[in-house]
T-cell receptor, first 115, second 113 residues
Framework: GAVVSQHPSRVICKSGTSVKIECRSL??????MFWYRQFPKQSLMLMAT?????????EQGVEKDKFLINHASLTLSTLTVTSAHPEDSSFYIC???????????FGPGTRLTVL | SQKIEQNSEALNIQEGKTATLTCNYT??????LQWYRQDPGRGPVFLLL?????KEKRKERLKVTFDTTLKQSLFHITASQPADSATYLC????????????FGSGTQLTVLP
């Protein structure tokens, strides 16, 4: 149990376009989902925390108008990178957490390349 | 701000030996600490969680210790195998952080056959 999927696994887009990444908890309900970004050889950096049905909480330095997060149901959260630029190229990883639990279950990640 | 350091960027050991990875943190103690394994191009996979009032946790060939005085956690893999080669991340959750995790930069372990 506790499987999290992400789609797409890899995306290449042109500068200025928007990209949507989906994160799904397949076999449990996730009251909280987290979005991380990871640059090569670096740690996971938390971007935002989202709770189902409420607005996401963004970490300092993360532009909420650029990284739109929607947590519309207990099994789905989406991250939309708007007007993407080459510096947004990174590995984006989501995680999901069951209500009251401490463990986060991570998705396989999405490699975004902005040309 | 909280700072997490993992002992070395890379660690090579011989198959069958015990690998020991270190995670040091600054400032106040976390509510709990977790260890994850991450393979290239993949998301992290949860391995073990240890709480601030626990000294040691074991799971099969894995052992984690937590010393709040030294502000340090050690992660051991006994009887290591080439399949254990991966990057290992420690992550801390601080009290009052709404269950958010702060990750270390990871240690890349290579087990040589």
């Amino acid at each position: 149990g506790a499987v999290v999927s992400q789609h797409p696994s890899r995306v290449i887009c042109k500068s200025g376009t928007s990209v949507k990444i989906e994160c799904r908890s397949l076999d449990f309900q996730a009251t909280t989902m987290f979005w991380y970004r990871q640059f090569p050889k670096q740690s996971l950096m938390l971007m935002a925390t989202s709770n189902e049905g409420s607005k996401a909480t963004y970490e300092q330095g993360v532009e909420k108008d650029k990284f739109l997060i929607n947590h519309a149901s207990l099994t789905l959260s989406t991250l939309t990178v708007t007007s993407a630029h080459p510096e947004d190229s990174s590995f984006y990883i989501c995680s999901a957490q069951k209500g009251g639990a401490d463990t986060q279950y991570f998705g396989p990640g999405t490699r975004l390349t902005v040309l | 701000s909280q700072k997490i350091e993992q002992n070395s960027e890379a660690l090579n050991i011989q198959e069958g030996k015990t690998a020991t990875l270190t995670c040091n943190y600054t400032n106040y103690s976390p509510a709990y600490l977790q260890w994850y394994r991450q393979d290239p191009g993949r998301g992290p996979v949860f391995l073990l969680l240890i709480r601030e009032n626990e000294k040691e946790k074991r799971k099969e060939r894995l052992k984690v210790t937590f010393d709040t005085t030294l502000k340090q956690s050690l992660f051991h893999i006994t009887a290591s195998q080439p399949a254990d080669s991966a990057t290992y991340l420690c992550a801390l959750r601080y009290s009052g952080s709404a269950r958010q995790l702060t990750f270390g930069s990871g240690t890349q372990l290579t087990v040589l056959p």
